[in-house]
């Protein structure tokens, strides 16, 4: 069965640094990788998502992320963080049937101090 | 848009009690997922259903855990009886045709005493 590992369970950051959080899935096969952001007291959202094609994939507020098939990872970067940044991140990947279910990691909790 | 919207936000309840979410999902989408997200942990797929019903429900815990969809819209998810570690955030989320085009709601969080 698939797995994600993030190995960063919390992050603490000054504004204007540059981040970056792991993310390592277990599924050597077609995968399907995503980021997901969930701001205090709000819903879970798609920061951005691979299918295939160029393994650098620009999300939404200034996040991309590098999809390493070698490295089995999908790191997740931006290059200046911001205060509003603070928030969990989860990396997901697909499941290995056609259902279309996600498989998360256990998130990291970024802080970023202003 | 209107997003996926869930009831309660918050339940506290004593362990052996049973207890109730309601899920709507966002009109049109065919396909419904209940998820568990315990603290520390990213969320669990417990169920999902396609229109009124289920595809997977491998990792819901049936002898407590029950959940219907009704006329493919609406959801109920029950835990009955509950205990301390059903403790969680319950997430519900809906998706429309062969994508991810996932939406999440806000959650239920359960507190079990």
């Known amino acids: 069965a698939q797995s994600v590992s993030q190995h960063n369970h919390h992050v603490i950051l000054s504004e204007a640094a540059s981040l970056e959080l792991g993310c390592n899935y277990s599924y050597g096969g077609t995968v399907n990788l995503f980021w997901y952001v969930q701001y205090p007291g709000q819903h879970l959202q798609l920061l951005l998502k691979y299918f295939s094609g160029d393994p650098l994939v620009k999300g939404i507020k200034g996040f991309e992320a590098e999809f390493i098939k070698s490295k089995f990872s999908f790191n997740l970067r931006k290059p200046s963080v911001q205060w509003s940044d603070t928030a969990e991140y989860f990396c997901a990947v697909n499941g290995m049937d056609s259902s279309y279910k996600l498989i998360f990691g256990s998130g990291t909790r970024l802080l970023v101090r202003p | 848009e209107a997003g996926v919207a869930q009831s309660p936000r918050y339940k506290i309840i004593e362990k052996r009690q049973s207890v109730a979410f309601w899920c709507n999902p966002i009109s049109g989408h065919a396909t419904l997922y209940w998820y568990q997200q315990i603290l520390g942990q990213g969320p669990k797929l417990l169920i999902q259903?396609?229109?009124?019903?289920?595809?997977?429900d491998s990792q819901l815990p049936k002898d407590r855990f029950s959940a219907e969809r009704l006329k493919g819209v609406d959801s109920t998810l029950k835990i009955q009886p509950a205990k301390l570690e059903d403790s969680a955030v319950y997430l519900c989320?809906?998706?429309?045709?062969?994508?991810?085009?996932?939406?999440f709601g806000s959650g239920t969080r359960l507190t079990v005493v």
């Open positions: 259903f396609q229109n009124n019903g289920v595809v997977d």
């Open positions: 989320a809906s998706r429309t045709g062969a994508d991810y085009g996932y939406t």
